[in-house]
């Protein structure tokens, strides 16, 4: 009798063990999940910022889709261009090419309008994604500082002191797993939020690239509508100094094509004597001691409004362009884009809006023509050092040094090698 009851005394305490064995694991569990929570507590905003994001992807899809359409319809525009360059050459083409060349612009300027909406659009998808993971970073932050101070606690009570501090083994057990589970909850912590800490670190670059992006995207914006109002400008010169009239058109051509002729012959003879000059004159030796010179922009950088050799100059139809033009304020200082001798000053004199300009030449057979000045502030003969003011740029029609040939403000940029017009953005910097 005795033995039986002692085997079922026996079978009592395994039992009784192993059911607080199985329930302290299980009350552990709930009490971690009760001290470091998982992010439900955040669940629902973070569901929200979700949500937020899909709709801001939809819109993006849509965008997307619309400048393409845009970019196709410039694209006709463009091949109708190229078309209407190739028919003859009359007045009726040249204003159906601008009116043409202005449709397209139109276009180009939404497609840009489109484009800054579409980076505006995803910027503001990083900037909920870099607000949900700095939530989820604090918070992470909190459940972490509360572990340590859980383990801080349960690391200055020794095995021995757990054994001897619970009645069984059963409690031990329990005591031992419930500071190892802190453990390894604190490890997951770290782990997760490490990985928020690097996936926010790459969105904010992200961030910072699409707001560079952003500000590129409305300079050229600005660009566009302001080749726009150039182009526009031409057409309206073209129809006040025509009045719809071939006849007139064919005179003005001639007239305008007789003025560059006689512009670019006058360039490359005063070129020619100043060198042959220098070469006479001690001059020529300070010249031989300035060659391979790096060249500066003569006026602070900005856009281009009209390249070298531009296929979309307004222009062309009357010379080939030698030159860049480079977008400056009226009255912007202008200075030698390397040493040199001024070969010609011309300037507009009494300011009737005749065309006024520099040349200065240089070593290696190289020369810079600066155009449309609004003042000269140099004479034939001088030498100029690099970085010099030579005048102030001009070319808003109808003001002192203009010319005929102008839509807007601007500096009218040459370089030439021997005499011949190439490329100035293979000089400068």
């Known amino acids: 009798m005795t033995a039986k009851f002692s085997k079922i005394k026996i079978f009592w305490w395994c039992g ?9 694991l299980i009350f552990s569990r709930y009490l971690i999940a009760q001290i470091i929570p998982d992010l439900a507590g955040a669940g629902g905003d973070e569901d929200a910022v979700n949500e937020e994001i899909n709709s801001l992807n939809q819109n993006l899809g849509t965008r997307r889709q619309e400048i393409e ?13 190229a078309q209407e360059r190739s028919e003859a050459f009359t007045l009726k083409s040249q204003l159906s090419i601008l009116n043409t060349q202005i ?16 980076t505006r659009l995803d910027i503001s998808e990083t900037e909920r994604k870099i607000a949900g993971l700095q939530k989820n970073i604090a918070y992470k932050k909190q459940q972490i500082s509360e572990i340590l101070r859980l383990v801080y606690q349960n690391d200055e009570k020794s095995y021995l002191e757990i054994l001897l501090m619970n009645d069984s083994l059963s409690e031990f057990f329990n005591a ?22 690097e996936e926010l670190d790459s969105n904010v670059l992200s961030l910072q690239e699409k707001q560079k992006v952003l500000e590129n995207q409305k300079s050229d914006l600005e660009d566009q509508k302001y080749k726009l109002e150039q182009r526009q400008l031409v057409k309206k010169q073209l129809l006040d100094d025509t009045q719809e009239s071939e006849r007139r058109f064919k005179d003005q051509l001639t007239g305008l094509r007789s003025d560059q002729e006689a512009i670019n012959s006058e360039i490359v003879d005063m070129e020619k004597r100043l060198r042959a000059k220098l070469a006479e004159q001690e001059e020529a030796k300070a010249l031989s001691n300035l060659k391979n010179q790096k060249f500066i922009w003569p006026v602070p950088q900005n856009t281009i409004t009209a390249y070298f050799h531009d296929p979309n100059y307004p222009y062309r139809y009357i010379f080939e362009h030698p030159a ?3 977008r400056a304020a009226q009255g912007t200082e202008v200075s030698a884009a390397a040493t040199g001798y001024v070969a010609k000053a011309k300037r507009d004199t009494n300011c009737r809006g005749a065309y006024a300009y520099v040349m200065l030449i240089h070593a290696d057979g190289l020369s810079t023509v600066y155009g449309h000045l609004s003042r000269i502030n140099v004479n034939e003969g001088d030498l100029v050092l690099q970085g010099q003011q030579i005048g102030l740029s001009g070319a808003m029609p109808g003001t002192c040094g203009a010319g005929r040939l102008t839509t807007g403000p601007h500096l009218h940029f040459e370089v030439r090698m021997n005499g011949i017009p190439t490329d100035p953005l293979n000089y400068l910097p």
């Open 324 to 326: 860049v033009d480079i």
């Open 176 to 197: 031992a797993k419930y500071v190892e589970n802190l453990h390894a909850g604190l490890h997951d912590k770290l782990a997760d939020l490490k990985q928020n800490k």
């Open 16 to 24: 009784s063990f192993l059911a607080l064995l199985f329930f302290c």
């Open 69 to 81: 359409e845009l970019k196709r319809q410039a694209e006709i525009y463009r091949q109708k261009i």
């Open 103 to 118: 449709a397209k612009m139109k276009i180009e300027i939404k497609v840009k309008q489109q484009e800054i909406e579409l």
